[in-house]
T-cell receptor, first 109, second 114 residues
Framework: GIQVEQSPPDLILQEGANSTLRCNFS?????LQWFHQNPWGQLINLFY???GTKQNGRLSATTVATERYSLLYISSSQTTDSGVYFC???????????FGKGTKLSVIP | EPEVTQTPSHQVTQMGQEVILRCVPI?????FYWYRQILGQKVEFLVS????????KSEIFDDQFSVERPDGSNFTLKIRSTKLEDSAMYFC????????????FGDGTRLSIL
């Protein structure tokens, strides 16, 4: 099945800083999603982005399907952005989302 | 915006007991999924369900697990004889279709086996 790798595993930011999280995947995808897991364990869907670029407020994401990676950008980070960010993808012929191990983001005041 | 709802939010069960986790997918969705996340680890796929049958399942989804859509709105995951290692957060998800459709996740049920 498809492999999903995320980097960095941990990231500490000062409030107001910008960051880029990366997701590499091993095969062509028909679904790629970014999630934020908050301290209560909820998975918040950020982007559905198998290709192209999307923006939502301070967050944006880009997937370059031909090069098998996706990037999540967080600008002007806030303490509420803290948590774990997961990338998940599914490949051709499969329904299941394979999750990466996540990037744990800590934003400090 | 329509949501996937899961009940209960937290379930505590004695080892060896049966447990049923419940989910109400988004009403016009056709594909349903269960995932689990052991504390501190990544989210893992368990099973997908379409047209009243299992479409795909992982190695984790062994004979102690079963899924059912008992009526037009609910989707359940049953664990027949729970083990300590079944302690995890269980997420239900649904999508309008396969492939080029996002999966929408519920808030999860935290299952604790004593």
């Amino acid at each position: 099945g498809i492999q999903v790798e995320q980097s960095p595993p941990d990231l500490i930011l000062q409030e107001g800083a910008n960051s880029t999280l990366r997701c590499n995947f091993s095969d062509s995808v028909n679904n790629l999603q970014w999630f934020h897991q908050n301290p209560w364990g909820q998975l918040i869907n950020l982007f559905y982005i198998p290709s192209g670029t999307k923006q939502n407020g301070r967050l944006s994401a880009t997937t370059v399907a031909t090069e098998r990676y996706s990037l999540l950008y967080i600008s002007s980070s806030q303490t509420t952005d803290s948590g774990v960010y997961f990338c998940a993808a599914s490949g051709a012929g499969s329904y299941q989302l394979t999750f990466g191990k996540g990037t744990k983001l800590s934003v400090i005041p | 915006e329509p949501e996937v709802t899961q009940t209960p939010s937290h379930q505590v069960t004695q080892m060896g007991q049966e447990v049923i986790l419940r989910c109400v997918p988004i009403s016009n969705h056709l594909y349903f999924y269960w995932y689990r996340q052991i504390l501190g680890q990544k989210v893992e796929f368990l099973v997908s369900f379409y047209n009243n049958e299992i479409s795909e399942k992982s190695e984790i989804f062994d004979d102690q697990f079963s899924v059912e859509r008992p009526d037009g709105s609910n989707f359940t995951l049953k664990i027949r004889s729970t083990k300590l290692e079944d302690s995890a957060m269980y997420f239900c998800a649904s999508s309008a279709g396969t492939g080029y459709q996002p999966q929408h996740f519920g808030d999860g049920t935290r299952l604790s086996i004593l």
